[in-house]
């Protein structure tokens, strides 16, 4: 399981504004990244770089997974995993019953 990241949404949400802004501003994105990653004490350039590629996806100006396709296929392999298990615990119960009914009775 992923861990939580240790910056708040909003935060995110404001750094990539904040690149957005300040682009202009700056001769390269990489230096652009840098001065946000400084004024708002982000630990790397890579970490923003990330979130704004993210933002980019998922606002179509990019291609790429958006959050919300990432989010429902984990959901689905989750589904997935679980109806791999029950399908397992069938099987099995079922074997179990056929071989029951393999066996010889004896009446009493």
Do not use: C
Not at 6 to 20: G, I, N
Not at 52 to 76: M, N, Y
């Amino acid at each position: 399981m992923a861990r939580p990241s240790r910056y708040p949404l909003e935060l995110r949400r404001r750094a990539v504004r904040m690149v957005a802004e300040v682009r202009g501003d700056h001769p390269t994105e990489t230096a652009a990244l840098q001065a946000v990653v400084e004024k708002l004490d982000i630990g790397s350039r890579e970490t923003l770089r990330n979130w704004v590629k993210q933002h980019e996806i998922d606002a179509g100006q990019r291609p790429g997974t958006t959050t919300e396709e990432s989010a429902q296929l984990k959901a689905l392999k989750k589904e997935n995993a679980e109806l791999k298990r029950a399908n397992e615990i069938l099987k099995a119960a079922a074997s179990f019953f056929a071989a029951e009914l393999d066996r010889p009775h004896t009446r009493s």
